[in-house]
């Protein structure tokens, strides 16, 4: 396994629309260990192809306590939305340190392809309902950043793009 280098808000890649994974393959198995490594190795929750610099319809999720219950969704779709919503505090490994409120739906089903290529569908409530829609947009190109009003998200990548200077000094 290996850590992958994560892309961080504002780099553009980041908005580029993921293509759907063809095949659950020896390449796909070995990148779902390392996106699974990077993403407990930054203390994360989901973790969306997108983020590491593969655009394919892949995400890694692990809600639990224990970082024990490993989700995988392979070219997963939304095919039922509850009209019930509500604003969480989000934060993202392509945005270190930032938190908002974003709204999201309270529960979605979502249909997608397990780590052995094997159709599943997932009734998301919670936590794991949000991770899923927050990961989701990263397929779609989307940063949470995105929902928030463009001042905040202007100071947001100011303050991204400072770090990130100064991490290189």
Not at 6 to 32: G, M, N, S, W, Y
Request: glycine share 6%; hydrophobic share 40%.
């Amino acid at each position: 396994m290996a850590l992958l280098p994560i892309l961080c808000f504002p780099d553009e890649r980041l908005h580029t629309v993921a293509k759907p994974v063809q095949a659950v393959d020896a390449r796909i198995k070995q990148l779902i260990a390392d996106m699974f490594e990077t993403m407990h190795d930054s203390h994360g929750i989901g973790l969306a192809a997108t983020q590491v610099n593969v655009h394919e319809r892949l995400i890694v999720i692990d809600v639990s306590e224990g970082r024990d219950q490993p989700l995988v969704l392979i070219n997963p779709e939304i095919v039922w939305a509850s009209p019930e919503t509500r604003i969480n505090d989000e934060g993202c490994l392509s945005v270190p340190g930032i938190y908002d409120g974003v709204e999201r739906h309270e529960r979605v089903h979502v249909r997608a392809l397990d780590g052995e290529g094997k159709e599943q569908l997932i009734e998301a409530e919670g936590l794991l309902a949000i991770c899923i829609q927050h990961e989701m947009d990263h397929l779609m190109g989307k940063v949470f950043v995105e929902y928030l009003s463009p001042l905040k998200r202007n100071r947001i990548k100011t303050k991204m793009l400072k770090a990130q200077r100064e991490a290189q000094r």
